[in-house]
């Protein structure tokens, strides 16, 4: 069983920076992939990023050269470093850990957290 606390949101002007914090319940780098999600208001819930358990990342178009997903393995807490924020980036961010077969893809396991709002406006 893991649970996943995230926390950091808030309310930041246009062009400000954030930074989202994850907290997980036990040391789960070496078998999930980490990742976060994002829902905004009549919109589809949206991958942000992706961190795999060797340390890759991937990136949405649209958080690519802004946002940055790493993770601090001593604290088990995985972050996402949001820097030129605009409005389209309001929404609920949600944290994920998702535990899949090397091969098949199969999910064993996928966790969730209970989501931190993030607002940009002026």
């Known amino acids: 069983q893991v649970q996943l606390v995230e926390s950091g949101g808030g309310l930041v002007q246009p062009g400000g920076s954030l930074r989202l914090s994850c907290a997980a319940s036990?040391?789960?780098?070496?078998?999930?992939?980490m990742a976060w999600y994002r829902q905004a208001p009549g919109r589809q819930r949206e991958l942000v990023a992706t961190?795999?358990?060797?340390?890759?990342?991937t990136y949405a178009d649209s958080a690519k050269g802004r946002f940055t997903i790493s993770r601090d393995d001593a604290k088990n807490t995985v972050y996402l470093q949001m820097n030129s924020l605009k409005p389209e980036d309001t929404a609920v961010y949600y944290c994920?850990?998702?535990?899949?077969?090397?091969?098949?893809?199969?999910?064993?396991?996928?966790?969730w957290g209970q989501g931190t709002q993030v607002t940009v406006s002026s």
């Open positions: 994920n850990a998702r535990r899949l077969l090397a091969n098949t893809r199969q999910l064993l396991a996928n966790y």
């Open positions: 036990g040391s789960i780098f070496s078998n999930y992939t």
């Open positions: 961190l795999t358990t060797g340390g890759s990342t």
